[in-house]
């Protein structure tokens, strides 16, 4: 791995409401629309605003409660505006037991943030994640959708480096 390339660059619009009305509206003659609404939403804007849940609310006869809930039950759908690159390091005990926790830390320490949270210039958000399914690899993470296996403290500060060009 000579240098960070990310898997894709993400380019998200800004909050439109007319926007969001049209992507809800295209979902309403589906059974169950509410994930796929919320995935259209979340790709439209890069996370789901929350001026967007009682729009849903209201127009699949839901509480926003019950929209609400789905939103913030289902790990990937964001209520903020994710950095520009996203890194998702696995918490599952596999990778704990090979190291995951010291590189936790380390990225943490790095980035001067804690899982969970994105760096102040909008850099990098890094969450944790459980289980990636890569556990004969571990520990692993996930890189702007790019999965990486056997990553250590050396991987991880050059995966970091590049993401601040």
Not at 1 to 29: C, F, K, Q, R, T
Not at 122 to 143: D, K, N
């Amino acid at each position: 791995m000579s240098s960070y390339a990310p898997a894709y660059a993400p380019s998200y619009a800004s909050w439109d409401a007319d926007n969001a009305s049209a992507i809800i509206g295209a979902h309403l003659d589906r059974e169950g629309p509410l994930l796929p609404i919320l995935h259209e939403l979340q790709g439209a804007f890069g996370y789901i605003p929350e001026a967007a849940e009682p729009m849903i609310a209201e127009a699949l006869n839901l509480s926003r409660a019950e929209v609400h809930g789905v939103v913030t039950f289902y790990h990937d759908f964001r209520n903020d505006p994710a950095g520009r690159h996203v890194i998702k390091l696995c918490r599952a005990e596999a990778c704990q037991a090979c190291g995951g926790d010291e590189l936790a830390e380390r990225a943490e320490a790095r980035l001067g943030v804690k899982l969970g949270d994105t760096t102040a210039d909008g850099r990098v958000t890094l969450e944790p994640i459980y289980c990636l399914g890569l556990c004969s690899t571990a520990p692993s993470a996930m890189i702007d959708g790019r999965l990486v296996g056997r990553l250590d403290g050396k991987k991880l500060d050059k995966l970091l480096a590049g993401m601040e060009r």
